[in-house]
């Protein structure tokens, strides 16, 4: 049994199924890129995907008007059932998608990862949850305890043999709506191949023969050498600032509405201080406009450094995730799915981020990103990060000090990945075990259930429960316009 604001409900799941490749499908081993390798993304990142019950308009028994019920309360002779669809979708990418299929495993003597392409299949779950879908807001808000109801975990019986890169719940509610809960190794692909996986289930799922686009592995692209000579890591952690409140065993994520409006004040704001500031500032970054990852990005930055009340001698890291497949010389091919990223980071004291003027951040973190997105930074942090690899040599988290920013806005996930039920509503991640979560921000699209959302972000957010009512407080500035300057 679980609840979500006062509401009820229990699941009744079947027995885990594997699903396999409908036909034949090579049998290999392959490797992987040096971002792939990376330590730090080998976890399983859940996500929820949200849909509406699918409606139907009828007419009524006068013939004079119609009324919209929904399609589970009427008996239909070929009434769709979306975990059979789905199931046999999969069945039908994992033969251009074989790889997810098979088994990962990390390699003793290497430290390197591999997937062995045996087509074992992909762990699939069907639940049935004893309420409608909208009860629970579509999962708007939800917190992470229900929300692990509809993920589930698969862990090998035999660590030897690796274990399933990807696993898949459906969940169907009493209205006839649905959810759709996967959990994919990071190391398979990141943010946009993750979304192209699931774009071609959809696509399969609503009659197409194939997909659109077809799956590239090519990860010798991404496969660099590593830095020759005394390695030195970037940031000397014993400066890294430190927060009272971390560690913390009682933590609290919270997701907060940002609409276009509180944007627009913000992006406003940060400009006139920008031209009031400009003898410190470059003037042509004065001229270019904002972004709202740039402004928001600074600003939730800024505001969690008070909340976890940093000490202000420390320094604090921004790194946000920049993609290579437009930037990439030569370029990626079209169908790549694995990671392709870098991150751009700015280092700051404490003091500084706190009491500077807010658009001086927003600007450092517009040149970082200008900075990677150059082929010669791309090459030295992949060549720095198989050193980093060889060495064992992992990022430190957990601490507050590091605010690590992932857009998902422009994955297309709600809007184009439709199984015959229109797109999604909703996308929920699961981020109690992603990362050093403390240190994870993501903006993610609005549910498309809330018209005052429209062009706005949600911002989610991990902390300590002590300090989450400051970074409230923090994030309401935001909506009466007094977020701009630095004693804001």
């Known amino acids: 049994m679980a609840t979500h604001e006062n509401i009820s409900f229990s699941l009744d799941k079947k027995k885990v199924v594997l699903v396999k490749p409908s036909k034949p499908t090579p049998s290999e081993v392959l490797s992987f890129s040096t971002i792939d390798n990376d330590p730090n993304v080998e976890l399983i990142c859940q996500t929820i995907y949200a849909y509406q019950e699918n409606n139907v308009i009828v007419s009524s028994m006068n013939g004079d008007t119609t009324d919209r019920v929904n399609r589970n309360q009427i008996i239909f002779s070929n009434q769709k059932d979306p975990a059979a669809i789905i199931e046999e979708a999969l069945t039908k990418v994992l033969v251009y998608y074989y790889p997810l299929a098979g088994k990962l495993k990390r390699q003793s003597h290497d430290g390197k990862l591999q997937i062995n392409c045996n ?3 992909v762990p699939f779950l069907v639940a049935t949850a004893d309420c409608q879908l909208s009860s629970l807001r579509y999962l708007d808000g939800i917190d992470v305890e229900t929300a692990k109801k509809f993920v589930f975990n698969y862990p090998s019986d035999d660590s030897n043999i690796g274990y399933h890169p990807l696993v898949l719940q459906v ?3 009493s209205c006839g709506g649905f959810t759709i809960g996967m959990g994919l190794s990071h190391a398979m692909c990141d943010g946009f191949g993750a979304a192209q996986f699931f774009r071609a289930l959809a696509e399969l799922a609503s009659g197409k023969s194939e997909p659109t686009v077809k799956p590239v592995w ?3 692209r991404l496969a660099a050498k590593p830095t020759e000579g005394p390695f030195q890591f970037p940031l000397d952690l014993a400066s890294i600032a430190t927060s009272p409140y971390v560690p913390s065993a009682d933590m ?3 997701c907060f509405n940002v609409n276009s409006d509180s944007i627009t004040r913000l992006k406003m704001s940060l400009m006139k201080e920008a031209d009031h500031h400009d003898q410190n500032l470059d003037h042509q970054t004065i001229k270019e406009s904002f972004t709202t990852l740039e402004v928001v990005g600074a600003y939730v930055w800024r505001s969690r450094l008070r909340a976890l009340n940093l000490n202000p001698d420390g320094k604090t890291i921004f790194s946000v995730v920049v993609g290579l497949r437009r930037i990439f010389n030569p370029p990626l091919p079209d169908g790549y799915y694995g990671n392709a990223f870098v991150s751009a980071n700015v280092v700051l004291t404490v003091k500084d981020l ?3 003027p807010l658009s001086k951040t927003v600007q450092l973190i517009k040149e970082s990103k200008k900075l990677s997105s150059t082929n010669e930074y791309v090459k030295k942090a992949l060549s720095d990060l198989e050193r980093m690899r060889e060495l ?3 990022i430190g988290g957990g601490t507050g000090s590091m605010m690590m920013l992932t857009d998902w806005r422009q994955l297309g996930v709600i809007e184009e990945v439709d199984f015959g039920w229109k797109g999604s ?5 699961v981020p109690w075990n992603m990362f050093g979560y403390i240190d994870l921000c993501m903006f993610l699209p609005p549910c498309k259930l809330d018209p005052s959302m429209k062009g706005g972000v949600r911002v989610l957010v991990c902390l300590p429960r002590a300090a ?4 409230k407080e923090e994030m309401d500035a935001l909506k009466v316009g007094q977020a701009g300057a630095a004693g804001a």
């Open 119 to 121: 087509a074992d299949g």
């Open 171 to 173: 969940t169907k509610f």
């Open 392 to 394: 064992n040599v992992k």
């Open 354 to 356: 706190n009491e500077s």
């Open 468 to 471: 989450m009512a400051k970074f």
């Open 218 to 220: 090519e990860r010798e």
């Open 252 to 254: 609290a994520h919270e």
């Open 425 to 429: 509503v909703n996308i929920i991640p």
